[in-house]
């Protein structure tokens, strides 16, 4: 008796076992039925800058200490739009900081947070002729991006959470927009602003698309 039930408890769990392997695993649809497009556009005092045949943006500053850029998304498929919030996120960044005491410099970079990823941040910063390390420019400069954030002087660049708090978004509408700082000092200067759009940022399939501006300030 004991083990004709010792029998049916292990042919119990055994179907069990079955069952789970049998379920099917949930399958998404694509982020976007008709394909992800992520376009932008340049738009100072309410004018949109085309891109020139050389492949630069020129602004010509006159007066306005921003430009924008907004955005025109594709819409995503109905399973990832919760409550009519579309679950997309445009992320913004530059080459160009402005330091604590007015200092302007670039880094090298050639996508969103591209500055960020490299390797242990040994890239060279390069401030008035001054080579430092990331971790040390921060000490010292405290840089503000002109996309709108800042690295503090203690900043924990090992953090896991650490890219969550750089770089500036827009994040559950398919217009983005964001202002970019702009001031009379730049004139002359060259800098590159880039874009991360994010369709989907949760459970499923995902797509990411990337824009670049190189622009030239007059």
Known sequence: MLNKLKHNKISLLLFLLFLTSCKKEKLYPPPCPNGCESNQYLIYKNDTIQMNNDGFYRIKWEGLNYFQLKGNLSDLDPQYVINKVPLVVTNYD???????????????????????????????????????????????????????????????????YAPTIIGTSSAYTYEPTQNIRLNKEMIGDTLNVYTETWFNTDVGEREIKENSFNIIVE
């Open 94 to 160: 530059t080459d160009y900081w402005i330091t604590n005491n007015g200092i302007l410099f670039r880094t090298v970079q050639d996508k969103y947070l591209g500055w960020f990823y490299d390797d242990n941040f040994n890239t060279p910063v390069v401030i008035r002729n001054q080579t430092y390390t990331w971790k040390d420019a921060a000490k010292i400069y405290q840089p503000l991006n002109i996309a709108g954030y800042q690295i503090p002087k203690y900043f924990c660049f090992d953090c896991p």
